[in-house]
């Protein structure tokens, strides 16, 4: 198991953005969570296999419909908590 801390730039919060990351991670099974920063980007931290991560990233960069991602970087971090599911945060 992988994880990434993921922040996503560009026209990402109010486009449906969080729920599109949502449904995708859930697609691919997994687990984190997804929330809008204060500076107008998406924090996500994602959990699971790297093949996975790597797919769910790919859909990241197109995003929904409404959105335009201008950038997204991509860190690994080392695994402390494991978490059960993947969430959206407020």
């Given at each position: 198991m992988v994880q990434y801390e993921i922040k996503v730039n560009g026209r990402v919060q109010g486009v449906g953005f969080r729920y599109f990351t949502k449904k995708q991670a859930d697609i691919l099974e997994l687990k984190g969570w997804v929330k809008n920063?204060?500076?107008g980007s998406v924090l996500i931290l994602v959990q699971?296999?790297?093949?996975?991560?790597?797919?769910?990233?790919?859909y990241l960069r197109i995003g929904p419909?409404?959105?335009?991602?201008?950038s997204l970087q991509?860190?690994?971090?080392?695994?402390?908590?494991?978490f059960s599911e993947f969430?959206?945060?407020?």
């Open positions: 920063a204060p500076d699971g296999h790297q093949t996975d991560v790597d797919t769910f990233t790919d419909t409404r959105s335009h991602v201008s991509k860190v690994e971090m080392q695994v402390v908590n494991v969430t959206i945060r407020y």
